[in-house]
């Protein structure tokens, strides 16, 4: 039975979304996700229904909840592995084989059924966006540096990178993936005649 | 009112279900795909409304036989671009140049619908199936004749492409989706230490 009784309102209200939550991510990878229930999702994280039913209208709005949360944690993960003193193209090198890391992880774990789900839900499309400026931002620094090619705009190689590393998500192994990011960051590189 | 008097059965067949697409693909360019029924692409294909269901159960099936002969159109027109006699180089940057442009045109017209409607479905794993066997081919070759880098899988490399070129669905404008082939193609190109 998880620790509900925190300190304060506040703490206690993110705990038992928190629990709502990984009680979901629990579920969902047992039984998958159509079949999940509020009362499920109650049991599993140790709270009552009526509980549930204050913070959540139904399992969908868990599911979103949990899948912000994800993705959230996956962006922090994304700029928590960049060293700020390193060289921006170290930096994108870094993002991307994080990224297409993550790619390939979450593919494996609920890649299709999730992505039909929540294809297109606002903040999927806000963290999307978030990500895109991160990444725009890191080529951008690394074109100045003469490290890649400048006669593509910024934001056009940006949404380049992050669909061609989608691919990461049908790779076999972390092998494939990392040469996925070789490739692909081999396309940003300048030419230079 | 279409010409359905056609010589043999057969041809007479194809000639309805044609029609029925036809009407359909009408019917969505003008209302999006959600509102469409057997009624209006009955009306719209000039047949009666019992000789639709005699083809088709309902709406959904007339917008997956669309799709598929979509699918297929576009496999034909890929395969229809590459002059023989090119080298694999010369005939893998008209494919790619080409399946972007589709790429591009397509999510203009009815991307995120049609795709969270048509999302994995079989007909459109072979046609994916199709194609990647079709570029891995193209690689190979190219890989072959010096022109592209050894160090990759072409299945990988394949992989790698047709994910970056899904990007020209989000690009403004035809220049842009001509700059994505040219970084996509760079990222396939061999390095020469």
């Known amino acids: 039975m998880p620790k509900l009784w925190t300190e304060t309102i506040d703490a206690h209200r993110a705990a038992v979304r ?34 549930l039913y204050k913070y959540f209208p139904d399992a969908r709005a868990v599911l979103t909840a949990w899948h912000e949360r994800q993705i959230t944690a996956h ?70 540096a003469g490290d890649l090619r400048d006669d593509v705009a910024t934001d056009e190689l940006a949404t380049y990178c992050l669909h061609a590393l989608t691919a990461a998500g049908t790779m076999s192994s972390h092998e494939a993936v990392h040469r996925l990011v070789t490739v692909t960051l081999a396309g940003l590189t300048a030419r230079r005649p």
């Open 75 to 144: 962006l922090d993960q994304l700029t928590a592995a960049v060293d700020p003193a390193a060289p921006a193209i170290a930096r994108l090198n870094t993002v991307l084989h994080t990224y297409a890391h993550i790619q390939h992880h979450s593919a494996r774990h609920h890649g299709g059924e999730l992505a039909a789900l929540l294809h297109r839900s606002e903040h999927v499309d806000h963290a999307q966006q978030r990500l895109r400026d991160f990444v725009q931002q890191l080529i951008a620094e690394a074109v100045h």
């Open 18 to 51: 928190d629990a709502a939550m990984d009680a979901m991510a629990a579920l969902v990878a047992k039984h998958g996700l159509v079949a999940v229930t509020m009362s499920q999702i109650a049991e599993q994280a140790g709270i009552g229904r009526a509980t």
